[in-house]
Nanobody, 123 residues
């Protein structure tokens, strides 16, 4: 079992930066595939970024967002720069010990989820 708790969301203006954190407990995140997804009102949950042996990004955030982990702190991060109003959503972190590469972008393939942190970007 993995418990995930996100933090770091808030209300910012377009062009600003935020760093989201996802604190994990229950097991070490070392070598554990992890990801960030987001869900805007009325929309499906959307892949943002994942880290496995490498890092992967949605086209909409590539070059602006960076996923990273600190194994010593058992924490996953999402650094978000040059934020846009369309980045407004609830951001969830996820973990999946056995996920395969081709399934990284499918939220149904991830086993453990946090409750999310709200990010609002005003224009």
């Amino acid at each position: 079992q993995v418990q995930l708790v996100e933090s770091g969301g808030g209300l910012v203006q377009a062009g600003d930066s935020l760093r989201l954190s996802c604190a994990a407990s229950g097991r070490t995140i070392n070598n554990l595939p992890m990801a960030w997804f987001r869900q805007a009102p009325g929309k499906e949950r959307e892949f943002v970024a994942a880290t496995r042996r490498n890092t992967f990004y949605a086209d909409s955030v590539k070059g602006r967002f960076t996923i990273s982990r600190d194994n010593a702190k058992n924490t996953l991060y999402l650094q978000m720069n040059s934020l846009k109003p369309e980045d407004t959503a609830v951001y969830h972190c996820a973990a999946a010990p056995g996920i395969i590469l081709s399934s990284l972008r499918d939220p149904r393939q991830w086993n453990y989820w946090g409750h999310g942190t709200q990010v609002n970007v005003s224009s």
